[in-house]
């Protein structure tokens, strides 16, 4: 259902794609590389999953939207809305729409997990699954983010653990069951009692987001080649030219391949208000993340081997610049 009181029809179409049609009352803030942004996130997520949308049909998405205070979208089969764009997580509600009848944990845990988004520098509160179950929505008393966070390392876990099939098998068992019948469900399909499927994963450390979120669309970006031991990544970048997102915030992203793993000098320049984050591709097992705020700031952290994503972030309408160079401190090979 759409979130919020506006009016769908004052908004205009200001794209459509192969595979999705935006509406927006602010399409010239809009910037230059959002709508392929989108496209190839799907394209990547439809492959991942093995699931498409259905022929002759697309994706309807509305830009901006409020959806409350806490909410930065809403989706509902084939719609979806957001405050910012473009919002990955409604887009994987989209695709995996005829499943969004499962429970909190599984309808909320697998999008988070098939989704990008930005870091806010917090650290939530871990939620165990078997509370999370046992309603159709986050427990009362922890913030909204908390929820949605455990929901996904969960997620993760059993993507890890049974792969991206299985994921998507439990979602379709538990789509029309209750609370009380979700531990015979997931145990159906994992062949795994739930109770003993819960100490495996109590078992294991606390996943931070850089981990548990697969970063689809950050991973495969554009790879920048190192020079000896060294990658530089300096951009040029706006809003109008070769950024994804809006004029309220924007940005660009670079992989980078580490090895072999070390110690790696980190030093950020930019802009005023431009910031940069790297992030690690491994998932749980070896998860790092760095925000890079300050202008002229050095970091020295140990990197192991690996694919990482640079972005570089902005906002407004003019240009902006920035460089990340990452050294390493590893004696090279012969």
């Not at 979130?3 to 459509?16: A, H, I, L, N, S």
């Not at 492959?47 to 989706?75: M, N, R």
């Not at 790879?223 to 994804?244: D, L, M, R």
Request: charged share 20%; proline share 6%.
């Amino acid at each position: 259902m759409a979130c919020g009181g506006q009016d769908p029809d004052e908004y205009k179409r200001v794209y459509e794609g192969e595979s999705i049609a935006v509406y927006s009352t602010r399409g010239e803030d809009i910037c230059a590389r959002t709508f392929t942004s989108m496209e190839g996130y799907l394209n990547t997520l439809q492959d991942f999953t093995g699931v498409s949308i259905p022929q002759d049909e697309k994706i309807i998405h509305y830009w901006p939207w409020s959806c409350g205070d806490e909410l930065e979208g809403c989706a509902a089969h084939l719609t979806s809305y957001s405050a910012v764009i473009p919002h990955e997580h409604e887009l994987a509600h989209n695709i995996l729409a005829h499943n969004l009848g499962a429970p909190f944990l599984f309808r909320e845990g697998s999008a988070v997990v098939l989704s990008g988004a930005f870091f806010d520098g917090g650290d939530p509160s871990a939620i165990d699954p078997d509370e999370l179950a046992a309603r159709n929505g986050p427990p009362d008393g922890y913030p909204l983010v908390d929820s949605y966070a455990s929901a996904a390392r969960f997620n993760r876990f059993l993507l890890d653990e049974y792969g991206v099939g299985a994921l998507l098998e439990i979602l379709d068992a538990t789509s029309s069951t209750g609370p009380d019948e979700i531990p015979a469900s997931v145990t159906t399909v994992t062949g795994v009692e739930w109770t003993t499927l819960l100490a495996k994963y109590r078992a294991i450390d606390i996943c931070p987001e850089i981990g548990y979120r697969l970063w689809l669309t950050e991973c495969s970006a554009p790879t920048v080649a190192p020079i000896e031991n060294q990658w530089e990544i300096a951009e040029k970048f706006s809003c109008e030219t070769n950024a994804i997102g809006s004029v309220d915030k924007f940005w660009i992203t670079r992989t980078i391949d580490i090895d072999p793993p070390g110690e790696h000098e980190i030093t950020f320049v930019a802009d005023p208000g431009v910031y940069a984050e790297i992030g690690s591709c491994g998932g749980c097992s070896a998860p790092l993340y760095v925000g890079l705020h300050e202008f002229g700031s050095t970091h020295t952290i140990n990197m192991d081997a690996g694919k990482y994503f640079v972005r570089i972030l902005g906002s407004g309408e003019h240009s902006s610049r920035a460089l990340v160079r990452i050294t390493s401190n590893t004696p090279q090979g012969p």
